[in-house]
C-alpha cells in the first residue's frame, strides 16, 4: 500500500462541500482542514489512498446519494453496500479506519456547515454513516470468514 503523492481527503471533504452546496468544489483550505481531522486522528490512512482524490470523492458523493434514495429498496442497498464492503477490505480497508473516517467527516461537516450543522442534522449523518459503514464491515468480515474456510482445502 505505497503512497506516491501528498493525498487530499475527499473522502470527508466532497461530502462536506457538497452538503454545505451542492456545485462548489471543495476549497483548498477545507481540504486541508479535513486532511488534518482524518490523518491527525489515524496517519497510517494515508497509505491507503493512491488514486485520483477528487475523482473518488466524487464516487463517495454518489454512492451515499445512491444509498440514500435505495432506503425504500433494502435489498438492491445492502447488495450494493456489500460488495462495496468487499472493495474496500481490498483497498486495504478495516474496521477501525471506519471510526476514524466517521469523526473525520463529522469534524469537517461541523466546520463547513457551521449553525446549519443542527443536533438533528447531525443525528441523521450518524445515523447514515453508522448504517453504510456497518454494512460495508460486515460484508468484509464475511468474506475474511469464507476466504478462511477456503484456504483449509488448500
Ligand atoms: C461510509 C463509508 C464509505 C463509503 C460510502 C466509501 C465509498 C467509496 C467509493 C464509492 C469508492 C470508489 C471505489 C469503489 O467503488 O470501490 C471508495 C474508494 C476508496 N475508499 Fe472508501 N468509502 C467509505 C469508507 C472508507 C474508509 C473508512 C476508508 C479508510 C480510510 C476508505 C478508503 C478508500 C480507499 C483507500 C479507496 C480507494 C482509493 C484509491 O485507490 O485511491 N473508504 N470509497
Redo the contacts with the bound molecule.
Keep these: 500500500m505505497g503512497l506516491t503523492r501528498s493525498p487530499s481527503c475527499t473522502?470527508t471533504t466532497s461530502i462536506s462541500s457538497a452538503a454545505a452546496s451542492p456545485s462548489s468544489n471543495p476549497s483548498r483550505r477545507r481540504r486541508r482542514r479535513c486532511y488534518d481531522n482524518l490523518f491527525t486522528a489515524d496517519p497510517a490512512?494515508r497509505n491507503?489512498?493512491?488514486?485520483?482524490?477528487r475523482e473518488?470523492g466524487a464516487?463517495?458523493m454518489?454512492?451515499?446519494g445512491a444509498?440514500v434514495s435505495l432506503l425504500d429498496q433494502p435489498e438492491l442497498l445492502s447488495s450494493a453496500l456489500r460488495k462495496?464492503g468487499a472493495?474496500?477490505a481490498g483497498?486495504?480497508?478495516a474496521e477501525p479506519?471506519?471510526a476514524?473516517?466517521?469523526g473525520a467527516l463529522l469534524r469537517t461537516l461541523q466546520a463547513g456547515l457551521g449553525e446549519s450543522f443542527t443536533v438533528e442534522v447531525r443525528n441523521a449523518w450518524v445515523a447514515l454513516?453508522d448504517f453504510?459503514?456497518r454494512s460495508?464491515i460486515d460484508a468484509a468480515r464475511a468474506e475474511a470468514t469464507s476466504a478462511a474456510s477456503a484456504l483449509r482445502y488448500v
Aim: charged share 15%.
Design positions: 473522502h490512512l491507503l489512498f493512491r488514486g485520483d482524490m473518488q464516487k463517495l454518489q454512492m451515499i444509498a462495496l472493495r474496500h483497498y486495504g480497508v479506519h471506519y476514524s473516517v466517521g454513516y453504510v459503514s460495508m
